[in-house]
């Protein structure tokens, strides 16, 4: 396994207190490393349309990698992330890249002085997410980019023979997230906060591949548990079926994510 099962995905908002800082780099350096996040990346990249010698910043930056994408670009591009321990990850993994410990509501940063904002898998975790955007307004220049790439934890999809089971476990996961819609709230998220031409797009995740997946799916079977959604015999068969649909080329799961861009009037 890529990713630790004890590693909750609703912890990201605070991974310092969570004493696994190697588990949660070794989950974001899995996810890195699908084909479907390469291209959802580089997807990204061209949607934010930043020219050599833009100042960028990558709000919730993790271990850096984007930032580090950016810069071989020609991008001045910066990261923050409200974890000390994820910014001393970055800095160790790409020494000649800018980081900085900041959370996306206070973001380190002069009034109009960037020209361009990325989050990705950052505002779902957020209890606030228009204060992060007025945030974001202030620092961007008039005609500024602005980025968020994210999930909808109710739109998650796992076939099952059990829809009862499979339906509370995806229900305890989303309720463990803080903006488990921020997919689908962006786009009046962004109008409220007085960007201008606002896109949403979807870009659909499908795997069949059922090895590539199990990490996600312990994680959330465990989430479950946890909440006292199931019990762990019922987690246990739940996944003992994934992993049997696996072997018989049976496993499907499906997952949106949504890209969200507007401009800074």
Request: charge should be negative.
């Amino acid at each position: 396994m890529a990713t630790n099962p004890s590693l909750r995905i609703g912890h990201f908002s605070d991974i310092d207190a969570t004493k696994q800082i190697e588990q949660f780099v070794a989950h974001l350096e899995w996810i890195e490393r699908l084909p479907s996040a390469v291209e959802l990346r580089e997807y990204s990249y061209k949607l934010l349309k930043a020219n050599t010698g833009d100042r960028l910043v990558d709000v919730g930056c993790g271990t850096g990698l984007v930032v580090a994408e950016l810069t071989e670009r020609g991008i001045k591009a910066m990261g923050v992330d409200i974890s000390e321990q994820m910014i001393t990850v970055a800095r160790h993994r790409f020494p000649d890249n800018d980081f900085l410990v900041a959370a996306a509501e206070s973001l380190p940063f002069e009034d109009g002085s960037l020209d361009g904002y990325r989050a990705e898998r950052l505002y779902q975790h957020l209890k606030d997410p228009a204060q992060a955007l007025v945030e974001a307004r202030r620092v961007l220049k008039p005609g500024g980019s602005l980025l968020i790439v994210d999930q909808d934890y109710d739109m998650w999809a796992i076939d099952s023979d059990d829809e009862t089971t499979t339906r509370t476990v995806m229900q305890a996961q989303s309720n463990a997230i803080a903006s488990r819609w921020i997919g689908r709230r962006c786009r009046n998220l962004f109008l409220d906060a007085g960007f201008v031409d606002v896109a949403i797009e979807v870009k659909t995740l499908i795997s069949t591949d059922y090895a590539q997946l199990s990490p996600v799916l312990a994680s959330i079977a465990q989430t479950a548990v946890l909440s006292n959604a199931i019990t762990h015999a019922q987690a246990h068969i739940w996944l003992e079926e994934q992993r049997c649909r696996g072997e018989n080329s049976r496993f499907f799961f499906c997952l949106p994510f949504f890209l969200a861009s507007a401009r800074q009037p």
